[in-house]
């Protein structure tokens, strides 16, 4: 066997595995998504091939939509999220004492349970008993005690916060990777030049990780368009909490509306694709400037 084929078959040999379970765990299933969004179907007795009509029912109800005003709030605190971690991440990667520690205490929160987590903000914002009202009310500030759970205003801010915290600690991460990755030698360079602190982390810090940065901004568009386990587990998706995800779920499985249900999970499948590209677009356009 020549070279080149001895080349080709270990190729093929090595992509044979990634490529099955590809389209065994991603391309079939979502193919199969899209079938039985064509179906009236409640999971449980025959299938009814009804063509687009689940797109229409989506696409002329209002209230399908209208629920994506409440992943607004996780995109912002997304944003708010990304800006934190990246502060913190320029801080650890210094030489302060008990770096490792502080490290340690703002990556915890990312490997606890959903769950847990849940249960743990339940006590903090609890009108009645909650940790934060009694500390509000500890230092004098009364007027700021809030139902916090059970007030619409407040409630989606409350859930935005709980999905900040605890995911600051992989953005925590995947920053101080990339800061890490920067020559030492040019910051030393910069100081020898008289570059202050801020000149340095604007001139050399953000430009080395803009890329990072793009990343992450893609998984706050996504996460926040797929926020769902925080409100389900919190609220159930009730008191003005639903998400577009929550949503999804409650038709099919509350519901038993499995192909509305999956229309609806092939219009969010959509909708991520087209702020993904239109980020990608944006970005481009940066990047030729």
């Known amino acids: 066997?020549?070279?080149?084929?001895?080349?080709?078959?270990?190729?093929?040999?090595?992509?044979?595995?990634?490529?099955?379970?590809?389209?065994?765990?991603?391309?079939?299933?979502?193919?199969?998504?899209?079938?039985?969004?064509?179906?009236?179907?409640?999971?449980?007795?025959?299938?009814?091939?009804?063509?687009?009509?689940?797109?229409?029912?989506?696409?002329?109800?209002?209230?399908?939509?209208?629920?994506?005003?409440?992943?607004?709030?996780?995109?912002?605190?997304?944003?708010?999220?990304?800006?934190?971690?990246?502060?913190?991440?320029?801080?650890?990667?210094?030489?302060?004492?008990?770096?490792?520690?502080?490290?340690?205490?703002?990556?915890?929160?990312?490997?606890?349970?959903?769950?847990?987590?849940?249960?743990?903000?339940q006590a903090l914002f609890n009108n009645q008993y909650g940790t934060l009202n009694a500390f509000l009310h500890a230092i004098g500030l009364d007027f700021l005690q809030q139902n916090w759970l059970g007030d619409r205003p407040t409630v989606n801010y409350a859930l935005a916060f709980i999905s900040l915290w605890k995911y600051m600690g992989l953005s925590l991460v995947i920053f101080m990777g990339a800061l890490q990755s920067i020559p030492q030698d040019v910051y030393e360079a910069a100081r020898i030049d008289g570059a202050s602190a801020s000149q340095q982390f604007w001139s050399i810090t953000l430009p080395s990780i803009r890329k990072v940065v793009e990343l992450l901004l893609l998984l706050t568009i996504s996460g926040a368009l797929s926020a769902f386990e925080i409100p389900f587990i919190m609220t159930g998706g009730a008191n003005g909490t639903e998400t577009f995800i929550t949503k999804t779920i409650a038709v099919a499985f509350s519901f038993n509306q499995i192909g509305l249900g999956s229309a609806l999970a092939v219009v969010m499948l959509l909708i991520v694709l087209l702020f993904i590209g239109l980020q990608k677009i944006i970005l481009r356009g940066d990047d030729d400037q």
């Open 1 to 121: 066997m020549s070279y080149k084929s001895q080349k080709t078959l270990i190729l093929v040999s090595f992509l044979f595995i990634p490529l099955v379970l590809l389209f065994t765990f991603t391309y079939y299933p979502a193919a199969n998504l899209f079938y039985y969004s064509m179906l009236r179907w409640d999971g449980l007795t025959n299938k009814e091939f009804i063509g687009f009509q689940n797109y229409k029912e989506i696409f002329t109800n209002p209230d399908y939509f209208a629920v994506l005003k409440n992943n607004l709030y996780y995109f912002i605190g997304g944003v708010v999220q990304t800006g934190l971690a990246l502060y913190f991440a320029v801080v650890l990667n210094g030489k302060i004492r008990g770096r490792n520690g502080f490290r340690v205490i703002l990556f915890l929160p990312y490997i606890m349970h959903s769950v847990a987590i849940v249960f743990m903000f």
